[in-house]
Each structure stands twice: as C-alpha cells, then as structure tokens.
C-alpha cells in the first residue's frame, strides 16, 4: 500500500493535472489554511493533521480520489493505533458482497449497445412514431437522452456520444443552435433515475436498501423531469408553420424503425422482467442482459465483430475498476468514521440546530447542489451518502426517498457553474465558449431544480410505486 501511493505520488510530479502556475497558488493556498488548521486543533493530534493537511495538498495536485480517501483511511486508522489491516479487510468485505456483480455486468451491457449503433436506431424510431408531433423532437431527444444515460450510467457519456446526433437533428426541426445545445446538455442526466442505471445500483449497495425498491422510486421522479424538460423545449419551438417540410407521419417508415429497434426494444423486458417477476436475481438479470446486448450487436446487427470483445470488456474494466476501487477506501474510510462515531455526532449536532424536517431538506438541496458540481457522481455516493443515510432516518426521511433525492441533486449539480461536469463536456463536445452552452442550458437547471423541489417536498411520488409493490 505505502508503495502504491508512493506511485500515485511520483505520477503526480511528472503527469501534473493543471499548469504549474495554477498548481502553485493553489499549493500555497492550501498550506496557508492547513497552518491555520494546524494552530487550532490539539498539539496530540498534530502529525495525524500535519499528514491529512499534506493530504488535501495532494488532492489540489490533482490526486485520484482513491488515493485521497485511501490515504486519508491510513493516516486516521494509524493515528488511533488500529491495525491497518482493517482497510484490506474493509476492501475485501465489499468484494464479497452478493449484488456487487450487478455493476459491472449491467455497465457491460451498456458498453456493448453504446459500441454499436443503439443510439440511431432508438433516435429513427422515437422520430417516426412521434416527430411529427409540435413535441417530437423534443421527446426523441429526452427519450434517447433517458435510455442512452440509463444504460451506461453516465451523463457526460450521453453528452459525448449522442450530442452529434441530436444536435443537427433539432437544428433541422428548426431549432436554434443555441437551443439544441441547451436541451442535449440540459437533459443528459435526466436517465440517472431510470433503471438500471449504475448509480440506483450503487447507492442501494451503499445505503443497504432494495435494489428493485430504487428501480421503482425512480420512475415518477424521473418522468416528472422529462415531461418538464420536453414541455419548456416545446414551448420554444418555432411554430408549425415555419417548420421544414418532411415531419409529417410515415406509417411504413415508423414500422420499419419499429423492426428494426425491436431487439433492443425488449432490454427492458430482459433486465427488469426477471427482477420483478421474481424469476432472477438484479445479478443474474445483469448478466442475462449483458449476455442480450452482446448477441444482438453482434450476431443480429453485427455493428461490431467479436474481434472487438476484449477491447469493449477492457475498457468497461476499467471504468468498473476505478469505482471499486474508490468503494473499496471510502469503505475502509467510513469504517473509520463509523468508529468514531461521527456520523452520530453529525446527527446530534443537526438535530440539536436543526427542529423543521422542511428546514433540513431544503439544506440537504443545497449541501447537495454544491456536491454534485464538485464532484462525479460515483464519488459522490461513495463519500456523501454513508453520512447522510443517518441524518435522513433521524428526520423520518425513507432511505429510497433520500436516494432519488439525492441523485436528483446530482444531476442538477452537473448542470451548476463554475464546476458542472456536463457543462464542461458540452463545451468541449460542441466547441462553443463555457459561457455559451451555460446560457443555452441556464432554463433546464431552473426548470430541475424547480422538479427537485417537487421531489423533495412530495415524497409520494417516489414511495407510490415501490409501497405499491411491497416494499
């Protein structure tokens, strides 16, 4: 371990993640506020401090946050004189865990549609059924926002792989630039509450809750976002009259694309079918669908040949890897955490300043907000929600609730200056200035946080489905 981040350190040098003038304001920053920090607390505690300050310093080099957390894990176990044996043990508890394979096989799954050509096909058939409508464009390009994010787990990946898409296809439904940049960034995390997406699976194994009751707490939550984006997007475009010609309804072409989408029409049924229907377990419907994915692409669609396999499978190991392996430390550091009873404390303190249920969630959006745009979402959940879980049950708040809750904020966090990940990759997808796509999707982060709201306040519209079911 002390070898690993040695290594993590020496990339660090050579591989610096900003420019060194950036680098060394920030660097002088942090150790300014780590000697403040150093001055106040007890002279016992000072080499475990000394090395946490020397910690964050790292993080502003732009340190992994494995290595962050992992490193934070050492020095705090160390400092209590408890075996640092306990963190590979910690790492190795998580590896055991029964639904862990659901990860990596449902993201498999997502790799593989997204290599071959899921992505036009679902855009043909949505557009043929529905463009004809003053909506259409606006629902193909939430629908396949929704289903392409619900899939691969990540809305940056949404952004990235159908922006080109959709783009000049509401730019030909008469669509302003500027408008068709706004709705594809502003609706790219609207697929994180639908299942099986990756974060409803992370967060059920974090929080210890069902995965199949996070399925169905995220469907109302989730189409009530879509039906507001694919409203205000409505309600900016041009009128019929001014639109082009060749939106009409083409019954022979909506049935083509029905045949030709058929296939992965039915992931759904494949995924959730077997989950619900009690006939398999979330990892066993992972592996079936991923199973699904990989034969269609390549024996029915052939978008892609075997050939291309271990490459798909390498590059999903990877991403699947680093959430492991951040799960693996914050594991480790939440232990920690737990031990020292902090969690307990924080709920304590909150409770004590903090009467109002309302009160306290309307701060939850906020802490929430600011997370979401500092931090990805896998990191995010790792880090955040082992100490919010206790706070939420302390305030009558069901842990399913908090969860959609919670990843709603995300996505709006993405969606929030200066640090908003989609925004960032819009801009670089697109090649406009920050502050053009921010302009473009500024009415989509009102229009969800107006949607969060709703979700945070009327927690019957995430409960109805999964009490409906049992749970």
Same mark, same amino acid.
């Given at each position: 371990?002390?070898?690993?981040?040695?290594?993590?350190?020496?990339?660090?040098?050579? &591989?610096?993640? &900003?420019?060194?003038?950036?680098r060394l304001g920030a660097v002088i920053i942090a150790l300014a506020l780590a000697g403040c920090?150093?001055?106040v607390l007890p002279e016992s505690s000072t080499p475990v401090n000394l090395l946490l300050a020397?910690?964050?310093?790292?993080?502003?080099?732009?340190?992994?946050?494995?290595?962050?957390?992992?490193?934070?894990?050492?020095?705090?176990?160390?400092?209590?004189?408890?075996?640092?044996?306990? *963190?590979?043990?910690?790492?190795?508890?998580?590896?055991?865990?029964?639904?862990?394979?659901?990860?990596?096989?449902?993201?498999?799954?997502?790799?593989?549609?997204?290599?071959?050509?899921?992505?036009?096909?679902?855009?043909?058939? *949505?557009? /043929?059924?529905? =463009?004809?409508?003053?909506?259409?464009?606006?629902?193909?390009?939430?629908?396949?926002?929704?289903?392409?994010?619900?899939?691969?787990?990540? !809305?940056?990946?949404?952004?990235?792989?159908?922006?080109?898409?959709?783009?000049?296809?509401?730019?030909?439904?008469?669509?302003? %630039?500027?408008?068709?940049? =706004?709705?594809?960034?502003?609706?790219?995390?609207?697929?994180?509450?639908?299942?099986?997406?990756?974060?409803?699976?992370?967060?059920?194994?974090?929080?210890?809750? $069902?995965?199949?009751?996070?399925?169905?707490?995220?469907?109302?939550?989730?189409?009530?976002?879509?039906?507001?984006?694919?409203?205000?997007?409505?309600?900016?475009?041009?009128?019929? !009259? $001014? #639109?082009?010609?060749?939106?009409?309804?083409?019954?022979?072409?909506?049935?083509?694309?029905?045949?030709? /989408?058929?296939? $992965?029409?039915?992931?759904?049924?494949?995924?959730?079918?077997?989950?619900? !229907? =009690?006939?398999?377990?979330?990892? $066993?419907?992972?592996?079936?669908?991923?199973?699904?994915?990989?034969?269609? %692409?390549?024996?029915?669609?052939?978008?892609?040949?075997?050939?291309?396999?271990?490459?798909?499978?390498?590059?999903? +190991?990877?991403?699947? +890897?680093?959430?492991?392996?951040?799960?693996?430390?914050? #594991?480790?550091?939440?232990?920690?955490?737990?031990?020292? #009873?902090?969690?307990?404390?924080?709920?304590?303190?909150?409770?004590?300043?903090?009467?109002?249920?309302?009160?306290?969630?309307?701060?939850?959006?906020?802490?929430?907000?600011?997370v979401g745009c500092m931090m990805d979402v896998f990191s995010a959940i790792i880090v955040v929600?082992?100490?919010?879980?206790?706070?939420?049950?302390?305030? +009558?708040?069901?842990?399913?609730?908090?969860?959609?809750?919670?990843?709603?904020?995300?996505?709006?966090?993405?969606?929030?200056?200066?640090?908003?990940?989609?925004?960032?990759?819009?801009?670089?997808?697109? =090649?406009?200035?920050?502050?053009?796509?921010?302009?473009?999707? #500024?009415?989509?982060?009102?229009?969800?946080?107006?949607?969060?709201?709703?979700?945070?306040?009327?927690?019957?519209?995430?409960?109805?489905?999964?009490?409906?079911?049992?749970?």
């Amino acid at each position: 371990m002390v070898l690993g981040f040695l290594a993590v350190g020496v990339r660090l040098l050579l &591989h610096p993640a &900003h420019a060194w003038p950036v680098r060394l304001g920030a660097v002088i920053i942090a150790l300014a506020l780590a000697g403040c920090v150093l001055r106040v607390l007890p002279e016992s505690s000072t080499p475990v401090n000394l090395l946490l300050a020397l910690l964050v310093i790292t993080g502003v080099l732009g340190a992994p946050i494995f290595a962050l957390l992992g490193g934070a894990a050492v020095f705090l176990f160390w400092g209590a004189y408890t075996p640092l044996a306990t *963190i590979a043990l910690s790492h190795y508890s998580l590896s055991t865990n029964p639904t862990i394979p659901a990860l990596p096989l449902f993201t498999l799954a997502g790799y593989f549609l997204a290599e071959g050509g899921t992505s036009e096909r679902m855009i043909r058939l *949505i557009r /043929a059924t529905v =463009g004809n409508l003053r909506a259409g464009p606006a629902i193909v390009t939430v629908g396949a926002c929704g289903f392409f994010t619900s899939l691969t787990g990540a !809305s940056g990946v949404t952004i990235l792989a159908l922006g080109g898409l959709l783009v000049p296809f509401l730019t030909g439904a008469r669509y302003s %630039e500027r408008q068709a940049i =706004g709705l594809v960034t502003g609706t790219g995390s609207v697929g994180m509450l639908f299942a099986p997406c990756l974060p409803l699976i992370l967060y059920a194994i974090i929080a210890q809750v $069902e995965i199949k009751a996070m399925f169905l707490g995220g469907v109302g939550p989730g189409l009530l976002l879509a039906l507001i984006c694919v409203t205000w997007a409505t309600r900016v475009r041009p009128a019929a !009259s $001014e #639109q082009k010609r060749g939106w009409g309804f083409d019954g022979r072409e909506a049935l083509r694309a029905l045949n030709e /989408a058929k296939w $992965e029409l039915l992931i759904p049924v494949v995924s959730l079918g077997g989950i619900f !229907s =009690g006939l398999a377990t979330p990892v $066993e419907a992972a592996a079936v669908t991923a199973l699904y994915a990989l034969l269609i %692409e390549v024996l029915v669609y052939r978008d892609f040949s075997y050939r291309a396999i271990p490459r798909i499978a390498r590059e999903c +190991g990877l991403l699947i +890897g680093g959430v492991l392996l951040i799960l693996g430390v914050a #594991q480790a550091f939440t232990n920690y955490l737990v031990d020292a #009873q902090v969690p307990a404390q924080l709920v304590d303190f909150v409770t004590a300043n903090v009467s109002s249920k309302l009160v306290f969630i309307a701060l939850l959006t906020v802490v929430l907000l600011l997370v979401g745009c500092m931090m990805d979402v896998f990191s995010a959940i790792i880090v955040v929600v082992p100490l919010i879980v206790p706070l939420g049950e302390a305030f +009558g708040i069901d842990p399913v609730h908090l969860g959609i809750l919670f990843l709603a904020n995300l996505g709006l966090g993405f969606l929030t200056p200066p640090v908003g990940m989609n925004l960032f990759l819009a801009s670089y997808r697109f =090649g406009k200035p920050m502050s053009e796509v921010l302009r473009a999707a #500024q009415p989509y982060f009102w229009l969800q946080l107006a949607a969060v709201l709703i979700i945070s306040y009327w927690p019957t519209l995430t409960l109805a489905l999964p009490r409906l079911f049992g749970f």
